[in-house]
């Protein structure tokens, strides 16, 4: 399983019924559901991702996320998690919306389009970043909205989102003392934990 996933296994309580929205290949709520007895789908968009979910006996629907979420009832969900994808969508206010009113908590993951490196990548060659957190060339990323942990935290504040708890993390998902000194400066993830 990925790092990043590792990370916000963790805050998955026993028990817990989730939604995960851009589940990839399912590996957080296979981990979820051997690990912490929780219950719960994913949506994604990819047949590959799918079929792989299903050999993995993980509960997958096929579903664009910018299609939103009207097919689940509100409070259906203890914890909706979406990991590095919200700057994959068109809307992604409109998702943040969605999500808090499917779920009674959120975990949001994004990369920090604000990092050091990505600034001065842009600053000494004047194209837009590829970093380790941002692997993708300007015209084949599915990165459609970057935003930076200030940007993030303003919609937050726009939509009445209480930010529960904030995890800061390098480019090796590693916590360090500059983290703290400068956030939006040195981090590349930030998970954020999220309720009305």
Not at 97 to 126: A, H, W
Request: glycine share 6%.
């Amino acid at each position: 399983m990925r790092v990043d996933l590792e990370i916000v296994g963790q805050l998955i309580k026993p028990k817990s019924r989730i939604l995960d929205l851009g589940c990839g290949e399912g590996d957080l709520l296979h981990f979820a559901k051997m690990k912490k007895q929780a219950t719960g789908f994913g949506l994604d968009n990819d047949p590959n991702n799918i079929q792989t979910c299903l050999e993995k006996g993980v509960n997958v629907i096929e579903q664009d996320l910018d299609s939103g979420l009207t097919n689940f009832d509100d409070n259906s969900f203890d914890l909706v998690i979406m990991t590095e994808t919200l700057q994959a969508v068109s809307k992604p206010e409109q998702l943040m919306k969605e999500m808090l009113r499917v779920g009674k908590e959120c975990i949001v993951t994004i990369p920090n389009f604000g990092q050091i490196f990505c600034r001065l990548n842009l600053f000494f060659s004047g194209k837009m970043p590829v970093a380790k957190h941002l692997p993708h060339n300007w015209y084949d990323t599915p990165n459609i909205h970057l935003c930076t942990l200030n940007d993030f935290e303003e919609l937050c504040r726009k939509l009445e989102v209480k930010i529960l708890t904030r995890n800061l993390f390098d480019q090796y998902f590693q916590p360090n003392k500059f983290l703290t000194i400068a956030p939006n400066l040195f981090c590349s993830h930030a998970y954020y934990h999220l309720k009305r």
